[in-house]
């Protein structure tokens, strides 16, 4: 049973260094029409990682599982989210926003009538700014009404990798990551 103890310690060790900490925290717009979302697609067709041997076609793959999950539906003409995303190399400050969570958001003024929606209602709900740095190897995924050409939702992970360490399954695992905060479900929104 001795023996057996520092097998344990060591397997317990290894899985806490496998699985590596991100930052990850999202913001959104109080002028997002949440309970109208259905549908998405992405903004540009082509390749546009290339970082560090990540996978364009795996992120696309990670996000469209996800949002088929929570019931969107991929349109290519005229969808209700445009999805873009980008992983970026170098340290950065970031624009953020203190608000409630958006799940409360949605449930509090999401079936409301743009008309019942005043100017104070809006300052009422507190969106505070804050401004944060973001590490080496950010991975931003931002959803953008189409109609309005305006962000409605913004999701990252911050220090996700760098050039010296870099693991495929920590690309994934921070696309559902990032995704986990965004929790509505396209069919419970009618």
């Known amino acids: 049973m001795k023996n057996l103890y520092p097998l344990i310690f060591a397997i317990l060790l290894s ?17 997002g029409d949440f309970s109208n979302y259905k549908t998405f697609s992405f903004m540009t067709p082509k390749d546009t990682v290339n ?14 599982k996800r949002m088929k999950t929570q019931g969107y539906k991929v349109k290519d003409k005229r969808p209700d989210i445009l999805i873009s995303y980008k ?6 400050g970031f624009k953020s926003y203190q608000q409630l969570d958006l799940e ?6 999401g079936p409301l009538q743009d008309d019942e929606q005043d100017i104070e209602t ?16 950010t991975l931003l995924i931002v959803f953008l ?23 495929l399954k920590d690309a994934k ?3 559902r990551t990032i995704l ?11």
């Open 15 to 31: 899985s806490c260094i496998a699985e590596r900490e991100f930052i990850i925290d999202y913001d959104y717009s109080y002028r």
């Open 173 to 175: 695992y921070a696309v």
């Open 145 to 167: 009404d189409r109609r309005t050409n305006s962000v409605i939702w913004q999701g990252y992970a911050s220090g996700l990798f760098n050039e010296s360490s870099f693991f």
């Open 122 to 137: 809006v300052k009422a709900a507190s969106y505070g700014e804050q401004k944060i740095q973001l590490n080496d190897g």
């Open 104 to 109: 409360s958001w949605n449930k509090l003024y």
């Open 87 to 92: 992983v970026y190399g170098d340290n950065m």
């Open 51 to 64: 970082f560090n041997g990540i996978s364009d076609r795996m992120i696309k793959e990670e996000i469209v």
């Open 180 to 190: 986990n905060q965004y929790r509505l479900l396209a069919f419970a929104q009618q």
